[in-house]
Structure formats: structure tokens, C-alpha cells
């Protein structure tokens, strides 16, 4: 009985021992120590944030109650958006693979082939019948830039704005928004 | 000898250490073995093993590890 | 043992090894005979090199629109295309360095359309604008100027993988088919001096708008490649033609079309923007294209060349070769595989409905 | 210069050309040459540390050796003089120097691997503890600076411990350290066997040519086939660990023991296959460690120079150094027989798994990886009682069906413990691996999830025979190796053509190239 009791205690004390280092180990940041050490590491693909709230799907448009987002699957997005005015696919140089556009009167939304399945690649606004859903429209004066995107536009013919796989182009002339396009960056 | 020979019997009782000199070869002694007979021996003749010491040769067999045992004391 | 049982024991091994090597290249390096058929044009060129004319570079835009045949047959101009699909800027340079090679054209056609690309777009283009060139140090320098990002990560191993082009497609073990074996020591020929043919329609009925760019700017290594293009021509006493195809999709935006007119006025170089021509030409984007708009069909292609025929006769100082044995000789053959693979494509449309290849079986 | 590149082969075939063909006395000059230029590909700044290295063990390797030869010529002379008593304390003197300048030597190498590989790590620990938030240095580790600095320290200790006389000549040393095959990722060689053969001169000898060529082969289609294409799988399953749980942790536990054993065993064949073209001999690194029956066996049998080297120089002075002793003696008394006696082993173990787990990467997924190998170690060490009675009762212990039930157990058990690599994220990969038994989904074994990962089926299927023939080779090496017992007792020319086949094999279905990551050598990195 005895032995058995020490025998205990001695293994107590190493998993004690474990558990500390373990603890440890779980209280400091282990991306930041391995990193440089670690040529065939993954964590460049870990890196982005995957844990599935809205914003890591970067800016997104919205019609109605669809949301689309960059680089998402386009079927059901498509479907969701109903017929489109006018549908144009274009083929690539050779190669299996199409640049698909549909277009709704007010906005486009362009997809990409990927593995066989289409993804989405951009939105266009083309009118201010649609806007961001921050608020951002085309007429939109610079400031109304700043205020939905807190970049400084004034004098600026251009200006993009980046959120996770998502940009948004915007082009301005004389201080106002003359073009709104959504860019999925792959 | 026998203090030697109890030490090891204590470590595995089965085997017979007058005729075995294949302890290490054979992987009979592993490294807890080791460290144990040499931390028994330290406390039973007042020898220390030093870890150069800690070779297949010199733990092959009973015999051997007593000659060794002799050898450090002499020195 | 002797040293010489030794090395004929390894020299043998070796040679075993090249043999099996070469064996299995031919069989994994793709045929090109039903799918991806542009990647046979760069290297089909050789078979029509010499006493040429007029040379065509670029991509699609060339290698479908024109149709040196029709050139031959009504202006008695002797023209090849370089093309390929995707065919960037430097790709171009490159393809009429090799070109010289073989012949010094008198007339240089280069599509405008890849200026707007100044990065590479994917490895698979480079594999079709430059597996088919010929060894010599233009592709080796056409090699280490294309090469895509991941490509120039393993240099070595790019540039060893176009000498040995297994080091690139051992894979395609698993994708072989019929046509790998049936093509394994030869392919037929699919263009006509670098003309890709179809004769099926499929018309525009909506071309999306073109969302306006941010910048409109070429980047400084495609006018740097324009400009190599120019002075080698220049040196060559080759006359340079801009041309901008009547393709509706990649739109050509006004912005870009400006520059180009500015910079063939400061380097005296004809440009034609055959967009503004199509009524003149009589393109009609119903019936004359193949894809809704990106290529022409070969009804589209025989108007097209019919009207840059005489725009070449009024631009250039090319002579007619009609009546001339040698010239004669030459194209009649070229003339009746054209014909053959027309009506071979006009046959399979008829009894399928559509086309499966260009060759109509 | 990695192995599975161009530039290796044609400098392999380079070198091993001149090597054959120069005066047998310039043999081991060529390959110190080659071993240069192979480091030198690695950067020039890299080539200055294994210098230090080189040089700094020379010295102390010449200065401890010196001083042992005018102790053992003074005791000689004066031995008439000196009584027993003297020459002890004679002895003693000198070796207190010795010690020293071995002490010099280690701290000096050691320091330096240190500063390279863990001051970021250190400063992340400050960081931690402090709230500071000091910058990270970011040093480049220069290519296989853990291996060769563990072989030079191991060879000043033997010289230390009189094992064997320093090397005399500068050039020669710097070859033992630098000998290009093992410079990736060992084996850690020791001197007085490496440098038996590294000097030759080697006559050239087709059957020993034959052998290396051969493992040459087969550490490539172990690396090229089967480890460069799994590593795809790998990459994918522990990129996503929120998306791969349950099933796929298991999947990642098996994928990822198959990739490290294909990607290191390969290697180390090429090493030693390398070796033994140019008639060297180099340790054995692998004795089919999946067939080990518990983790102790298995770890003899893994990376064994690493394993052996950590015992001899780390292992055994620490637990039998008379701090230790008094740390037993005291333990004994105080905790009793049976705790007392464990005491110092556990102490040392426990040290020497914390110390493997540095040496493996400066990240605590490794520490906490070293302590959970020491963890089973010493559980099964305490289990083992239990398992003689228990086995002696039932009677079954021996049976072939027992063992491979063993042979699974330490398999898994190791894959699991071994995934802290791939995640390197020590609560993640608890979270991984705690969800295989709470996340319910092996059902997508079946849904064509795997096809997902970056493989195709016929990327499976490649793998799959891959693993089967390196399967079936292990089982053909119960009988010895199979070089010797099936493939050298055939015809010349059934040999080369059997030879050049396997060659053209490997090209096609390699896993190189566009589209496939050009996989570094995982242990290179250490």
C-alpha cells in the first residue's frame, strides 16, 4: 500500500510538472516564437482570420436581402438574385474556364472558374438606384468617401479600400463618386 | 562480487549474471538500468562511475562491471 | 575491375535512361489534338517559315481574325501569324527575334491589345507561346523574361523543364488518353500559316459595359517591349503596323486607344483601330463570330483580311507574288487543306449540330 | 542546396566523377572543396558560422590534447618520484584545465546555436512574463547548424574524456564537420567512427558503388513520391484546424506520420547512399522505428545518432555527476527506497526530453512535445511491473497478434503526440485531437472531403502504392538488407535496367515541380 501511495505521488509530480510547462505554453502567443524557424511551417495558411463572422468576409454588397461576397461560391448567390437583365459569358484564350457576367440594370456581378464551380469576382455599380452597404452611392460627394470608409478622398481621382479578400475601388471626378466596383482579390 | 550481484539481481531478477555478457548487447540493461546500478554502486563502494565510463564493454557483463569497479577504486 | 567495363556498365544504364526518358516525354507532353488545339501554332510556324512577307504577332485577336490564305488567294501577299493564346508583349518580341531567324518579313503586324497586360497572367500561357519555339538563345531569354512568380521561384528547374519538358508534365499520367498514344510521334497540323479556323456561329447578343479604370496607364515594361519591338523591326528595315483588333471583348478603352495614336505619330508608325472600320469591313456580330464577340469566325476572318488586304496595299509597298512558281507551288497545297478542313468543319456542323475540333471529326 | 533539386544531381555527379579520378590522397581535399561550395550555395554568411565552429573545436580538440600528453609524459617521467596520491592530485590539476577549455568550447558553440535559434523565442517568454513588447530579431538559421554543432560538441567531449586523440590537421577536421551529405539533416556522426572511412583513400569498388546507388534511389522515391505529395495533404489539414476536425485530425495524425518518415528516412538514405558511393560510412539514423513495440524501443530505433547522443553526452554525465548522486542520496532518505531510487533517472529524463524539445525548435509545441514522449517514457517505465504480471497471467505477451497490437498502439500514440509539429499550437492541437473524440464525422471518409486537400484520387493512389512498396521493403528487411539479399544477387544488366526503370518511375510520378510545393527536407530546419 505504501509504495503504491509514493509511486502516486512521484507521477503526481511529474504531470504537475508537465501541466506547468504545458500552462505555460498555452499562456504565451505560439505564432510569434516559431515563426522564423519554420520554412515548410504553415502559418501563412493559418494566418487570415476563418472563424466565421461577417467581417472576415471583407466588404460585401448588398441587394435586398442578398448578400454578395468576394470569392464565394456564385450559384446560389446568382440564383438568389433572380434573372438578370442580360447574362454575357466570356471564354478565355484557350483553356478550359469562363468570365461570366450578369448584369441587373443597376449593378453587375462578375464570376470567376475555379475547379469547375464559378466564384464570385466583382460587383460594378453602375447607378445611384444601389448603394454600399455603407452607405457610399454614386454622386456621393468626397467627404461621404471619408465618412463611409474613413479614407480621405478630396482631390483624389481614385481611392481603394481593402477589408480581408475584398476591395473596393472607387473612382471620383471634381470630388464626386463616379464609380463604385467590387474586386475580389484572390 | 556479491554486493555487485545483489544490486543487479534487485534490478532483474531473471537474469543469470555469472553466465550473461551480452547485458548491453541484448538490450537486457536499458539506460533507467544503467543509471540505477551506477547510483547503487556510488552509494555501495564509494565509486563513481564518470559517463565515459558508460560503454557497451564495461556493462557487457557481471565480470566486466566488477573489473571496472576495481579499476576506478584503484585509481 | 577494369575502369572500361565500369563506364560502359554506366554510359548504358544512362542511355537507358535518356531513351526511356524520351520515350516517355513524347508520351506525357500534351498533344494538343483535342483540347487547348492553339498550343500547336508556335511550334507549326517552322513548317511554314521562309519567304513571308508579312508577319503577324499577338494573341487571339491575330491568330483568329486573319487569314493569310485569303491574303495570298486576293492580294498575292505571302503573310505568316505567330500567335498564341494570351500572347503578352514580351512573348511577341520574342516570337519575331525567332521569326528572324528563318526570314526577314518586310511588314510586322502587332496587335495592341497586350499592352494592357503587364504582368504575367499564368504559367499554362507560357507553355503555349513557348514549348513549341525551337532551342536557341531567344527562347532561352524568352524563357527567363515570361516566367510567372512560381515559376521564377525554381528558375533552374523552369528553364531545365523547357529543355526537358517531362520535368513539367510528368504528371499527366493520370490525364492520359487515346490521343496521347495515337500522337505520341507527330501531331497533324491545325492552322493555316498560323491561322486557327471555325466556321460555327454563335452571336453577340449583349456585350456587358466596361466599368471605367482608375488608370488607363500602360505599364512601363509593356512600352518598354513595344519599343524593343519598333527599333528591331527599325533595324531590320521592317515596316511596323499597330493594328487593334475589331474584337468587342477585352474592351478597348478610348483612354488606351489614345496613347497608342500618340506614340505611332511620334514614331511615324501606322496604327489602325479596325473597331472604328467595322461597318466599312461589314462585320456583322451576329453571324461573323464563333464565342459571342471574343473571336471571329472564318466568315468574320475572310471579311476582316479582305479589307486589311488592300489597307496593306495602300499602306505598305508589299509585292504581289501571284504568278510566281516557287510562290505558286507553296500555297496551292496550303490552299486545299484550307479548303478540306472548311468543308470538313461545314460537314460535322451540319450532321451535329456543332463542332467538336477543328479538324471536324 | 536541397537534395531533390537539379543542381544537386549535377554536382553530385560533378564531384563523385573528380573523386574517382584524382589522386586517392586529394580525395578527402575534393570533398572538403565540395562540402564549401555545397554550404556556400547556402549563402556566404552561413559558411562563416560552421567556420567558427570548425575552428574553435579544432583549437580546444589541439589544446586539450596537448595538455593530456605533458600530463601523461610528466607522470611518466616523474613516476618514481610521485606516489599515488600525487598523481591524483597531478591529475586532477591538469583536468580541472581540460574541463575548462571544453567548457569554453561549448558555451562559445552552444551560445551561438542559442542565440540564433531562441532569442526570439526568449524574447516572446519576456514578453509574456514582463508585458514588454520587445522587438523580435528574426536571425536566418544557417543550414544545418544544430546538426553540425551537436557533432563537433560530441567530439570534444570524447577528446575531453581522453575517447580518442584530437585530429591533428585543420583541413581534415574541418571535413568531419562539414561533410556535405549530412549537413541538411544528419545523421549527428561521431568522430572516431566517420573519420574511419571519411579520409579514404577509396579505390573505387563497383559493389559498394552499386549499394549507395541503389539507396540513392530509394531515398528519392521515398522523398519525391511519397513525403513531397502527402505534404500537401498535410499543409491543408492543419492550415484549416477549425475545419478539419474529428476524422481529419486522425487523417493528419496518419498523413503527417507518413510524410516525416518518407521525407526524413529518404533523406538520411540519400545521406548515407551518398556516403557510400564515395566509400564512406555513415551511421544508420533508422532502424524501421513503426515496428518498435512501446515509445523506449521506438526511440532507439528514430533518429538514433540524435537519441544516442543526448543519452551520452547529456543523459549519463547528468545522472551520474555527483550532484546527482547527492540529489539521490538525499531523496533516498528523505522520500524512501522506492521514490529515492527513481529520483535521479526521472530528474535526467525528464532534462534530456525537455533539451530534445528545444533542439527541435524554439516554439513551445516542441517542449511540450519533448515532455509528453518523457510523460509515456516514464508511465510505461512504471507500468512495465504491471504489464510482466499481468501478461504472465494471461500468457499472450509474445503472440504475433499481441505484437502488432503493440506496434499499432506506439504508432498512433506517437503520431498523436507527434501532430503538436504540424499545428504548432500547443492548446490547438489539444483542442485537434480532443475533438476526434467528440466531433462525429467519419462519414466524411466517404464524401469525397479528401479529394479537397490538394490531392486527386490518383495523388491517393500513388501514395498509397508508394506506401505499400516502402511497407513491403521494412518486411523484407526482417531477413537483412534487401541490396544484399535480392537486387545485388541478380544479373548486371537485370540490375541497371531494373535500376533505370525505378529512375523513370520516380520522374513521372514525383511529386515535384509546378504544382507541388518544392517540400524542404523537414529536419533541415532544426
Known amino acids: 500500500m505504501k509504495k503504491v501511495t509514493k509511486k502516486l505521488i512521484a507521477a503526481m509530480a511529474l504531470v504537475l510538472i508537465c501541466a506547468v510547462c504545458f500552462a505555460y505554453g498555452c499562456a504565451s502567443d505560439p505564432g510569434d516564437s516559431g515563426k522564423t524557424q519554420t520554412p515548410a511551417g504553415n502559418n501563412a495558411t493559418a494566418a487570415p482570420a476563418t472563424s466565421g463572422t461577417s467581417d472576415d468576409n471583407g466588404y460585401v454588397f448588398k441587394h435586398g436581402d442578398v448578400t454578395v461576397i468576394m470569392n464565394a461560391p456564385a450559384a446560389d448567390i446568382i440564383a438568389a438574385l433572380g434573372t438578370p437583365r442580360s447574362y454575357y459569358e466570356e471564354p478565355s484564350c484557350a483553356f478550359e474556364g469562363m468570365d461570366k457576367t450578369y448584369s441587373y440594370g443597376s449593378f453587375d456581378v462578375t464570376t470567376y472558374t475555379e475547379g469547375g464551380a464559378d466564384y464570385i469576382s466583382g460587383v460594378v455599380l453602375w447607378d445611384d438606384s444601389v448603394e454600399t452597404p455603407e452607405g457610399l452611392y454614386i454622386g456621393a460627394k468626397a467627404a461621404d468617401v471619408t465618412k463611409a470608409y474613413g479614407v480621405d478622398a478630396a482631390g483624389k481621382t481614385n481611392v481603394s479600400v481593402t477589408r480581408g479578400k475584398s476591395n473596393i475601388i472607387i473612382l471620383l471626378k471634381d470630388d464626386t463618386v463616379t464609380s463604385i466596383q467590387y474586386l475580389a482579390i484572390y | ?75 | 575491375m577494369k575502369a572500361l567495363k565500369i563506364i560502359i556498365r554506366i554510359a548504358a544504364a544512362l542511355l537507358v535512361f535518356a531513351l526511356g526518358i524520351w520515350l516517355l516525354q513524347r508520351l506525357l507532353v500534351p498533344k494538343y489534338v483535342t483540347e487547348n488545339e492553339e498550343g500547336l501554332l508556335v511550334k507549326e510556324y517552322y513548317s511554314y517559315a521562309g519567304g513571308n512577307d508579312v508577319l503577324f504577332i499577338g494573341d487571339c485577336e491575330v491568330y483568329s481574325n486573319f487569314s493569310p490564305v485569303r491574303l495570298w488567294q486576293d492580294f498575292g501577299i505571302t503573310s505568316a501569324i505567330r500567335g498564341s493564346p494570351q500572347q503578352l508583349i514580351w512573348h511577341s518580341y520574342y516570337m519575331l527575334e525567332d521569326t528572324l531567324r528563318y526570314e526577314t518579313p518586310k511588314v510586322v503586324v502587332f496587335n495592341v491589345l497586350s499592352m494592357k497586360y503587364g504582368e504575367p497572367q499564368s504559367e499554362a500561357y507560357n507553355r503555349l507561346a513557348l514549348d513549341g519555339m525551337k532551342w536557341s538563345d531567344v527562347k532561352y531569354r524568352a524563357i527567363k523574361a515570361s516566367m510567372t512568380e512560381e515559376e521564377a521561384d525554381s528558375e533552374a528547374l523552369t528553364v531545365a523543364s523547357y529543355v526537358m519538358p517531362i520535368l513539367r508534365f510528368h504528371s499527366r499520367w493520370n490525364e492520359l488518353t487515346g490521343a496521347d498514344f495515337k500522337y505520341m510521334f507527330g501531331t497533324r497540323q491545325l492552322s493555316h500559316n498560323g491561322y486557327v479556323m471555325r466556321i460555327d456561329v454563335k452571336p453577340v447578343d449583349t456585350i456587358p459595359k466596361a466599368a471605367p479604370l482608375p488608370d488607363y496607364s500602360f505599364a512601363d515594361v509593356c512600352w518598354d517591349y513595344l519599343e524593343k519591338i519598333r527599333t528591331l523591326c527599325d533595324r531590320n528595315g521592317i515596316q511596323l503596323i499597330l493594328i487593334k483588333a475589331p474584337t468587342l471583348r477585352p474592351h478597348w478603352y478610348d483612354e488606351w486607344d489614345e496613347q497608342i495614336v500618340k506614340y505611332a505619330e511620334e514614331k511615324g508608325l501606322c496604327y489602325v483601330n479596325i473597331l472604328n472600320e467595322v461597318e466599312t469591313i461589314g462585320i456583322d456580330y451576329t453571324t461573323d463570330t464563333f464565342d459571342a464577340g471574343m473571336h471571329l469566325n472564318l466568315s468574320g476572318a475572310e471579311k476582316l483580311t479582305k479589307w486589311f488586304g488592300t489597307y496593306l496595299k495602300a499602306n505598305t509597298a508589299l509585292p504581289n507574288h501571284r504568278g510566281e512558281a516557287e510562290y505558286e507551288e507553296k500555297w496551292i497545297d496550303r490552299i486545299d487543306y484550307y479548303n478540306e478542313m472548311a468543308e470538313a468543319q461545314a460537314k460535322q456542323l451540319s450532321e451535329n449540330g456543332k463542332l467538336d475540333g477543328y479538324w471536324g471529326d | 542546396m536541397s537534395f531533390v533539386s537539379l543542381g544537386f544531381l549535377a554536382f553530385l555527379a560533378v564531384l563523385i566523377l573528380l573523386y574517382y579520378l584524382v589522386p586517392k590522397k586529394g580525395q578527402w581535399i575534393l570533398l572538403l572543396a565540395g562540402s564549401v561550395f555545397f554550404y556556400a550555395f547556402a549563402g556566404w554568411s552561413a559558411l562563416i558560422f560552421i567556420a567558427v565552429t570548425a575552428l574553435s573545436t579544432y583549437l580546444a580538440g589541439i589544446y586539450i590534447g596537448k595538455l593530456a600528453a605533458d600530463r601523461d609524459k610528466y607522470i611518466k617521467e616523474h613516476s618514481a618520484e610521485l606516489d599515488k596520491e600525487a598523481k591524483k592530485a597531478y591529475k586532477a590539476k591538469v583536468k580541472k584545465r581540460t574541463y575548462l577549455i571544453m567548457s569554453l568550447c561549448l558555451l562559445l558553440n552552444l551560445g551561438m546555436l542559442a542565440v540564433i535559434k531562441y532569442t526570439d523565442f526568449g524574447i516572446s517568454i519576456v514578453n509574456g512574463i514582463f508585458r514588454t513588447n520587445i522587438g523580435f530579431v528574426h536571425f536566418a538559421l544557417p543550414m544545418g547548424i544544430s546538426f553540425y554543432i551537436f557533432q563537433s560538441m560530441g567530439y570534444i567531449i570524447d577528446v575531453y574524456r581522453g575517447k580518442y586523440a584530437p585530429e591533428k590537421n585543420i583541413a581534415r577536421f574541418a571535413l568531419f564537420v562539414s561533410f556535405f551529405p549530412q549537413l541538411l539533416q544528419g545523421p549527428i556522426s561521431r568522430f572516431d567512427e566517420l573519420s574511419k572511412t571519411l579520409y579514404g583513400p577509396h579505390k573505387f569498388d563497383w559493389n559498394k558503388f552499386a549499394r549507395g546507388a541503389w539507396r540513392v534511389l530509394w531515398g528519392y522515391f521515398k522523398k519525391v513520391v511519397i513525403a513531397d505529395r502527402m505534404i500537401t495533404a498535410v499543409l491543408a489539414l492543419s492550415g484549416e484546424p477549425e475545419k478539419y476536425t474529428g476524422v481529419y485530425v486522425v487523417a493528419l495524425v496518419l498523413f503527417y506520420a507518413i510524410e516525416l518518415y518518407a521525407d526524413f528516412t529518404g533523406g538520411i538514405d540519400i545521406t548515407i547512399g551518398v556516403a557510400e558511393m564515395l566509400g564512406i560510412e555513415v551511421a544508420e539514423n533508422f532502424d524501421r522505428p513503426f515496428f518498435s513495440l512501446n515509445i523506449t524501443e521506438y526511440w532507439r530505433r528514430w533518429h538514433i545518432t540524435m537519441g544516442t547522443w543526448f543519452k551520452d553526452y547529456i543523459f549519463y554525465p547528468l545522472s551520474v555527476s555527483p550532484k546527482m548522486l547527492k540529489i539521490s542520496k538525499w531523496s533516498r532518505e528523505k522520500l524512501g527506497q522506492a521514490i529515492g531510487k527513481r529520483v535521479p533517472v526521472y530528474l535526467s529524463t525528464i532534462i534530456v526530453w525537455f533539451a530534445t524539445g528545444l533542439w527541435h525548435g524554439a516554439a513551445w509545441n516542441f517542449i511540450v512535445w519533448g515532455l509528453l514522449n518523457c510523460l509515456v517514457i516514464i508511465v510505461s517505465q512504471e507500468l512495465s511491473p504491471l504489464y510482466t504480471r499481468f501478461h504472465k497471467r494471461f500468457g499472450f505477451s509474445n503472440t504475433k497478434g499481441y505484437n502488432v497490437f503493440q506496434m499499432f498502439r506506439t504508432f498512433w500514440l506517437m503520431g498523436f503526440i507527434r501532430v503538436l509539429d504540424v499545428y504548432r499550437d500547443v492548446p490547438g492541437t489539444f483542442r485537434q485531437v480532443w475533438s476526434v473524440f467528440t466531433t462525429a464525422n467519419w462519414g466524411n471518409l466517404f464524401s469525397g472531403s479528401f479529394l479537397k486537400l490538394g490531392l486527386t484520387l490518383s495523388d491517393f493512389i500513388a501514395v498509397l502504392a508508394g506506401c505499400a512498396v516502402m511497407f513491403t521493403v521494412s518486411v523484407l528487411q526482417n531477413k537483412g538488407q534487401v541490396r544484399d539479399n535480392i537486387i545485388l544477387k541478380r544479373p548486371v544488366a537485370v540490375r541497371l535496367v531494373v535500376f533505370v526503370l525505378i529512375a523513370l518511375l520516380i520522374t513521372i510520378f514525383g511529386a515535384y515541380g509546378i504544382g507541388y510545393d518544392a517540400g524542404a527536407f523537414i529536419y533541415g530546419q532544426f
Open chain 2, 1 to 75: 562480487m556479491d554486493k555487485l550481484l545483489e544490486i543487479l539481481k534487485e534490478i532483474h531478477a531473471d537474469v543469470d549474471y555469472d553466465t550473461c555478457e551480452t547485458l548491453i548487447d541484448d538490450g537486457i540493461l536499458d539506460s533507467f538500468d544503467i543509471i540505477s546500478i551506477i547510483t547503487e554502486i556510488s552509494s555501495e563502494f564509494d565509486v563513481q562511475i564518470p559517463a565515459n565510463e558508460i560503454v557497451p564493454e564495461n556493462f557487457n557483463s557481471a565480470a566486466a562491471l566488477w573489473k571496472l569497479i576495481e579499476k576506478l577504486e584503484d585509481e
